[in-house]
């Protein structure tokens, strides 16, 4: 608790760099091509990640209050983003530049540790990903989304969750019935 208050604080100094947006549902914060030049923080709402694939809507991760996103790759190289970013439900986010956010790691060792620790926990979030999508038929997938994410299966549109199951939502439909 009182490391989490010590990060608050840090936070805090810096707050003149986050700006604070309310954003309707359906606004694309990222386009799948263009090169990120802010990364978010989820205060209120929900974000999905998603790429088209031959004209098909793939999407596969969500993020939720609490919860930084961006496309790291482009944000970081300067290269065209593989995937989009979208609003799912009406938001409210803080934004950040890469440049002011480069400032604030050269600035503060303990957000620079805190920043860190973010990247390293969406890197295990995505091998994980990537493992259920090898080894995991989509009844164990839906099983393991219930058990560690059940706020996404009351808050996000079916067609999106099985999208993100790798199946159809009449798929989805079956396996919810099979329960």
Known sequence: MAENNKLIAEWGKFSHFLKRKEIP???????????SKTAYFIEK????????NLGKDITFQFFLEGEGVA??????????????LETIEPSVILCISKIDLEQIIGLSPILKKDIEKHILHRLLH???LFL????????KRYEELIRHR???LQRIPQHYIASYLGITPVS???IRNRR
Do not use: M
Not at 45 to 52: M, T, Y
Not at 71 to 84: L, Q, W
């Open 25 to 35: 549902a359906k606004t694309t914060l990222l386009q799948e091509g263009q090169i």
């Open 45 to 52: 709402g929900c974000v999905r990640s998603w790429f088209n």
């Open 71 to 84: 496309s790291i790759e482009s944000f970081v190289k300067d290269r065209p983003s593989t995937f989009s």
């Open 126 to 128: 995505y091998q994980e």
């Open 132 to 139: 259920s999508r090898i080894k995991d038929n989509p009844q």
């Open 150 to 152: 059940p706020d996404i």
């Open 172 to 174: 989805l439909s079956r």
